[in-house]
């Protein structure tokens, strides 16, 4: 039996197999690649890298538990460079589950390695609220029409962050994590491309399967976008290398996430485009014997 027909005669159960065992093995072993950031990671970074300690920026955290894979890794690196950057946040959600989302991410990043910030005074978390795009069309004009407290339940006016804010304009930054509808679509179309206060003033992390539909709005109208988990880990490794390596501490290991699932996601993929190059070469070596034989 020649070469080509014991490739086409392969039992697909070892494809299986060396497909689990190329996923088992870099979660096993904790294999990891370094990261090359590309034009819109690097993008996301710079954002919110030229912002000036007490500068006000909005994150949306519009997802829900199934998306956590893909996105929890990039809100959680997005979350923790603003607190580094001693940004002023207001955290917000058009997603019912996303309250969540907010509270986790709050919980990681700020009140176990940021315990000098205080709530209402450097971060609020004013919660979800149901109207999808029309909640954006709302705040941006008069955000206490809707917001009249906080996800605490806190009136908004004695939050001392909250008192003077009327409208989402006064943001330095607007930070979408997406999952999909309502997500970083309709904060580009009703909120940073007609208010001339917010143009260009909007970065997104988003799923895989989403970010092919933001590529026209990039760059007029998107300047930054993180891809699904790559997105994610090229951010993390630009986060790290500025508040980490370069100042000569470890990484936390919730810090490095998006970093450690791209090692198996890598490998499978590699081992993908082995399969596809072999059975090319099988399906040409046969239908050259074959002309031959005829």
């Known amino acids: 039996m020649s070469f080509a027909e014991r490739l086409n005669a392969l039992d697909r159960r070892w494809i299986f197999l060396a497909m689990g065992l190329s996923v088992a093995i870099p979660v096993l072993f904790g294999l990891q690649f370094p990261e090359s950031s590309s034009a819109l990671s690097e993008q996301c970074f710079q954002m919110i890298e030229e912002l000036q300690p007490g500068d006000p920026v909005l994150i949306a955290m519009d997802f829900d538990p199934p998306s956590k894979g893909e996105l929890e890794p990039m809100a959680t690196a997005f979350v923790r460079h603003c607190c580094e950057k001693k940004l002023k946040i207001y955290f917000m959600t058009l997603w019912p589950a996303g309250p969540q989302m907010i509270d986790d991410a709050i919980e990681r990043v700020i009140v176990r390695d940021f315990p000098a ?25 008069n955000l206490k ?11 908004i006016d004695q939050i001392p962050m909250c008192r003077n804010l009327t409208d989402i304009k006064s943001m330095k930054l607007i930070i979408n994590v997406s999952a999909g509808y309502p997500g970083a679509k309709e904060w580009i179309q009703y909120a940073s491309t007609p208010v001339e206060q917010l143009k260009n003033r909007i970065v ?10 933001l590529y026209p709005y990039i760059p007029e109208q998107l300047p930054g976008l993180l891809g699904a988990i790559k997105g994610a880990a090229e951010y993390e490794a630009l986060v790290n290398q500025k508040y980490d390596a370069d100042k000569g501490r470890p990484t936390p290991a919730k ?40």
């Open 117 to 141: 910030m205080t709530y209402g005074e450097d971060y609020v978390n004013l919660g979800f609220k149901p109207g999808y795009e029309g909640v954006i069309k709302v705040i941006i004009s």
């Open 204 to 213: 997104a992390g988003c799923t895989g399967v989403q970010a092919a539909l």
């Open 145 to 155: 029409t809707l917001y009249s407290t906080d996800a605490r339940g806190t009136n």
């Open 255 to 294: 810090y490095q996430e998006a970093l450690r699932r791209m090692g198996p996601q890598s490998v499978a993929h590699l081992l993908m485009i082995a399969l596809i190059i072999l059975g090319n070469v099988a399906f040409f070596l046969q239908r050259s014997r074959r002309g031959a034989a005829a």
